[in-house]
């Protein structure tokens, strides 16, 4: 009987001490739906999942992760915030929708649906990920403690991450647009349309460059440092990381 006593009991701490999962849902919308609208994102700890739907809204599903036990300092006060930061959702009469956490404290998890053509500026500090599949615009990515990926993208990609692997795939690139793709510790691997036109320029300090593409290397590549033409130049890439490989491959 105190054995069985003993183990109801620790369960109870066990489950006091694990953490609370709190979901919300919103929607909001665009002022001007005729065309395409910049979502930005302020993100502090946890993923940020972006998703096309048909529609000109963008629905934002967020999942809060709290702890149930107080810290020890607390002395008996009650907690009035409502931890693991908060969604905000503002916008503004330029067609800029901005979703952020409003804490660094506690953690989360964003998963949004967006219309295909929408422009993105996404900042995650703490997130495992950031994750877009779809989007047509112009996105902007960073994650400074996780991995970036940008699937199936059509127009122009900005990709940085200080500890993750960065991950792009176009189905079609905006000519005339710089971008770039950086890890300083992790790989970065960039996958571009057959015809695809590019000027490139791609550096690791201590990688290797990997391909499958005919490139026309320019005087001067070498020492870590590379540059290229693909199918006869175009858009300037920018591949680059410090402790990982680079690898451009060619859409099958």
Known sequence: MKRSLGVILALAGFLAAMPAYAQEQ??????????????????????????????????????????????????????????????????????????????????????????????????????????VEGVEGDIEVTNHNGSVEVMNAVGSVVAYSHNGRVTVSFRDITAGKPMSFTSMNGNVDVTLPPAAKAELKMRTDNGGIYTDFDLQLKPGSGDRQYNATLNGGGAAFDLRSHNGNIYLRKAK
């Open 26 to 131: 919103t929607t909001a919308k665009f002022n001007d739906p005729s065309r395409p609208g910049l979502l930005k994102v302020s993100w502090h700890n946890g993923s940020v999942i972006i998703k096309t739907h048909i529609g000109n809204d963008v629905t934002i599903s967020s999942t809060r992760i709290t702890p149930r036990r107080e810290p020890r300092d607390a002395g008996g006060l009650r907690r009035i915030d409502p931890g693991g930061g908060r969604v905000n959702v503002d916008s503004d009469n330029n067609n800029v929708i901005m979703i952020s956490n409003g804490s660094s404290t506690g953690a989360g998890s964003l998963e949004i649906d967006v219309p295909v053509k929408t422009n993105l500026n996404l900042e995650s500090h703490n997130g495992a990920r950031i994750s």
